[in-house]
């Protein structure tokens, strides 16, 4: 009896282990997420199914304002793993500006349709997916300078909340070289939307695109394949610009995300906030 005990032990079913669920970045507002599983498994978030690389590479995302919580999930045949996540809040600079002339504070009438239009075909591109994996990658300072507007930031104009600043500002010289902050596709290249001025997209995978506005120049087509440094615009100071700087976006899908939570730091004496 105690043979046959022995072999059933050994012989016995392994206990299923827990997937791996490994994640990279700060659970914060803002903030992107990487995640790696197990190849082949399947990952919710919220019950909704991400999009997965056959190697079980994923991204996802929190907005400025999000609170959470969320529920993370991955599952493979009879083994599963998950993960609540609650994004920490941070604290957005907010700064009054009193006695702004109407017309600067709200586009007149006559432009609405534009920007509306414009707005649509800015979506349409975010909403598309790819299984480019390039956010896997680490990320680079499309170009060194002061830091002059931060992301979340928002300003208040004759008592007025307006939409929060969702970029990172770089102040440089006109005709300053941008550089591809990851490799890419270019998937819109505009030279003159009424915001934004010259608009340039990269797509990066899973939804994961970079965006960067106020261009002088764009220095790449729709289509076209980049690598990480690659040039692909100069700095401007087109559309509603105040004087030329680059203003560098982030986005999962059409979650606004702060690039500076996931860049390296800025170098020595290049970052300060003014």
Do not use: C
């Amino acid at each position: 009896m105690k043979s046959y005990a022995l072999l059933s032990l050994l012989f016995a079913p392994l206990a299923s282990l827990a997937l791996p669920l490994n994640l990279d970045g700060p659970i914060e507002q803002g903030a992107l997420i990487r995640g790696k599983t197990a190849p082949g498994a399947k990952v919710t978030l919220d019950g909704k199914v991400l999009k997965t690389s056959p190697q079980g590479d994923f991204v996802l995302g929190f907005g400025r304002d999000d609170k959470g919580p969320h529920l993370l999930a991955v599952a493979l045949g009879d083994d599963s793993a998950h993960r609540k996540l609650v994004p920490k809040t941070r604290q957005y600079r907010l700064q009054k500006v009193n006695g702004v002339p109407e017309r600067t504070v709200n586009p007149p009438e006559a432009v609405q349709a534009r920007i509306r239009m414009e707005a649509a075909k800015v979506a349409k591109v975010r909403a598309e997916t790819s299984n480019r994996l390039d956010f896997t990658a680490p990320l680079r300072w499309p170009l060194t300078g002061p830091i002059t507007g931060v992301y979340g930031s928002q300003r208040i104009y004759n008592g007025t909340p307006k939409a929060p600043h969702f970029g990172v500002d770089v102040a440089a010289p006109t005709g300053t070289q941008v550089l591809a902050p990851w490799a890419g596709k270019v998937v819109l290249a505009e030279p003159d939307l009424y915001f934004s001025g010259g608009t340039l997209i990269l797509d990066h995978g899973h939804g994961v695109s970079s965006t960067f506005l106020h261009l002088s120049a764009l220095d790449v087509s729709p289509g076209q394949e980049v690598k990480a440094g690659d040039p692909i615009a100069k700095v401007g100071a087109t559309g509603r610009a105040t004087g030329p700087h680059l203003d560098w976006r982030l986005n999962w899908y059409e979650v606004r995300l702060d690039p500076a939570l996931i860049a390296p730091p800025m170098p020595k004496g290049e970052g300060a906030p003014h």
